[in-house]
């Protein structure tokens, strides 16, 4: 019996251009009742071949029949269909032996790496369409079936920040060297790819501040004013911003604050071959909410969770990210004065609830961020008998 492992040696996590490493060993083992009964074949164990590469897997909740997506034609080592969608992309199988023969006891170990493309779709579970990643791993034992393994994968998506044209241009547009100023003293600079630069860019847009103030009316009067520091986060971060009801002119009684996705699903009219975009129900991944009756000024705090998508735009699907606001407005005058020592609170109160959209973008951040939080690496394993 051959018992196959394999493990990701560079995390779970990986953005869209990093390359990963996995680490693969075939051990030949057998059950402790056969220990005193083995044959001359089985003290030697011969694989014909194992092979290893990477599949993107696309699903609908749809009909199969409607999905908008076509499929890439796969080769004989590659696979073809199965229950967790159809395969959209896939990099070229890597051989990693033939004709291996390993005695009872030992073990080989083979490391398959391989980069993924920058600008590949990320891993996404949304309420209509699915992406999902995984190495598959494929042997074949001589005279018996093949047998695949499958190890998932989270990928995060670096192309919404930048161009990639604009990133590789810039790459390529490298100073030579006789232009360069010459100093004995200064360490050999470093070339930048598109990965890099990517990731400069994406510390520039998260860190820079650029606060927004909006003033929040209804038809009655001024609710308040919302002050958001700035438009553009990371995965961890919290969406900070402040709001400020003293100018406001109508009693704002609570207010909710939900972080929502929007799924946007882009078909195609085969009538006009013009692209129709179609959004899906929005849920809610963070929520925030006050009672503000009788506070001239609140703060929002809304973490962003490490497991959502950031937004990203891709031929079948593009998700976005918005802050969805819930106002609480009465006309009345809750506030008892100073003067009324015998004032209750009303039993009935009129009130009207107002909603606000505001789009905030949502990047990617660093996969250590993730995996830090997120439970240990294990090992896979297979046998093959």
Same mark, same amino acid.
């Given at each position: ?20 490493? =996995?680490?693969?060993?075939? =051990? ?10 083995? &044959? ?20 609908? &909740? ?19 269909? =199965?229950?967790?969608?159809? *395969? ?20 080989? !170990? ?60 810039? =790459? ?9 100023? !010459? ?29 927004? &103030? ?69 849920? !809610? ?5 006050? *009672? ?21 735009? *891709? ?14 407005? !009465? ?55």
């Amino acid at each position: 019996m051959i018992e196959l492992s394999a493990k990701l040696t560079t995390g779970t996590v990986y953005l869209a251009g990093e390359a990963l490493e =996995c680490c693969i060993t075939f =051990c030949h083992t057998t059950q402790p009742e056969h220990w005193n009964s083995q &044959s001359h074949s089985d003290i030697l164990e011969n694989l014909a071949w194992a092979s290893a590469q990477i599949h993107c897997f696309y699903s609908t &909740s749809g009909n199969s029949s409607e999905k908008a997506v076509s499929v890439e034609k796969t080769t004989a080592l590659e696979v073809t269909s =199965c229950d967790i969608g159809d *395969v959209v992309f896939h990099t070229k199988p890597k051989i990693l032996f033939c004709d291996l023969t390993i005695p009872l006891g030992e073990t080989k !170990t083979f490391w398959y790496r391989e980069s993924l493309p920058i600008e590949a779709a990320p891993s996404y579970r949304g309420t209509t369409v699915k992406y999902s990643y995984k190495i598959t791993i494929a042997t074949q034992k001589v005279g018996s079936h093949i047998k695949m393994m499958r190890i998932p994968f989270r990928v995060l998506p670096i192309s919404p920040i930048i161009n990639m044209q604009d990133l590789a241009a810039l =790459c390529g547009n490298e100073t030579t060297e006789e232009l360069q100023p !010459t100093n004995p003293f200064s360490e050999e600079r470093k070339v930048e790819t598109p990965l890099t630069m990517a990731l400069q860019v994406l510390q520039n847009l998260t860190a820079r501040r650029s606060p927004n &103030s909006y003033m929040i009316t209804n038809t009655r009067g001024k609710v308040g004013r919302f002050c958001l520091f700035k438009s553009a986060y990371k995965l961890g971060e919290d969406i900070v911003g402040t709001f400020d009801f003293s100018v406001g002119t109508v009693t704002c009684m609570q207010v909710s604050v939900s972080l929502q996705p929007e799924e946007i699903i882009k078909s195609k009219s085969p009538a006009k071959n013009v692209n129709k975009e179609s959004s899906s129900r929005s849920m !809610t991944v963070a929520r925030f909410h006050e *009672v503000t009756l009788g506070l001239t000024h609140s703060e929002l705090i809304l973490p962003i969770p490490l497991h959502i998508t950031p937004a990203f735009d *891709v031929n079948e699907v593009s998700l976005r990210w918005r802050l969805h606001f819930e106002f609480v407005t !009465t006309n009345e005058n809750l506030s008892p004065s100073s003067e009324d020592n015998d004032w209750n609170a009303p039993l009935n109160v009129p009130i009207e609830t107002m909603v606000w959209n505001l789009p905030v973008k949502i990047y990617s951040t660093l996969p250590k961020q993730i995996t830090q939080h997120s439970v240990g690496n294990d090992a896979y394993t297979l046998y093959i008998k």
